[in-house]
């Protein structure tokens, strides 16, 4: 059976036990593959592994259970190795990287924040700013909606306007939120959001990110963004 990677810790990790368990149905144990100074996280891997909602929360925990005691060095979901003896290869060839990374990351989260537009705000707020595509609207309603292909054409100016609003949007709520993080990079991809972005803090220093986010949805209607945090710090693990 091969091996699942929640996580690499610092230090020796002794105390796992049979208490803490993981992905899988039934949750399969946690165990700790100690080499040097550094500790794998892992467990069995199941037969079939998907992202289900049930897994995803288990390898969440698993992480924050460990990192009461250890520094941890999160792996993202799927992290599979053949073998134990693989993953302690790994650690042992690889430490001076992980003890690195780990230096870098030690009481540092993960916030994630995805961005999309309120329909009928930035379609609003497009038109206020577009005084062809204004008149555009105004001739067509003036003439009971305009012919088909006026429509057509009119549809697909205000989709061009709009996706051009979204790349200065994106522009916009990274220039406002990226003097809050240490690190900012993109985050996961994930449809019906125009932007996703992760950015690296002190596990203390959130408030500066909320603040700014809040102040951002209040100055731009349209814009509505989604914050989620603190996470383990996924995206800022180098492979």
């Not at 990110?209 to 731009?220: R, V, Y």
């Amino acid at each position: 059976m091969s091996t699942y990677v929640y996580g690499i810790a610092r230090g020796e990790v002794t105390d796992l036990g049979d208490r803490l368990l993981g992905i899988g149905d039934p949750p399969l144990p946690v165990r700790a593959l100690n080499e040097g100074d550094l500790a794998a996280i892992v467990s069995d891997c199941p037969p079939e592994l998907k992202p289900r909602r049930r897994d995803l929360l288990a390898h969440q925990h698993v992480l924050a259970e460990v990192s009461d005691s250890h520094p941890v060095l999160p792996m993202r979901f799927g992290s599979v190795s053949s073998s134990d003896e693989d993953v302690r290869g790994v650690l042992a060839e690889h430490a001076d990287r992980y003890h690195d990374q780990l230096n870098r990351l030690t009481d540092r989260v993960e916030y994630n924040v995805k961005a999309v537009h309120d329909e009928n705000a930035v379609l609003h707020h497009v038109l206020a700013e577009e005084p062809e595509l204004r008149a555009m609207a105004e001739a067509n309603r003036a003439a009971g909606g305009g012919t088909y292909e006026e429509r057509v054409r009119f549809g697909e100016l205000v989709a061009g306007a709009v996706r051009a609003r979204e790349v200065r949007d994106a522009k916009l709520v990274e220039e406002a939120l990226a003097p809050a993080a240490e690190e900012v990079r993109p985050g996961p991809e994930s449809g019906g959001w125009f932007l996703s972005l992760s950015l690296l803090l002190g596990k203390d220093a959130a408030d500066p990110l909320l603040t700014a986010a809040a102040d951002l949805e209040k100055t731009h209607p349209w814009l509505k963004l989604r914050v989620n945090g603190p996470l383990p710090p996924y995206s800022f693990v180098e492979s």
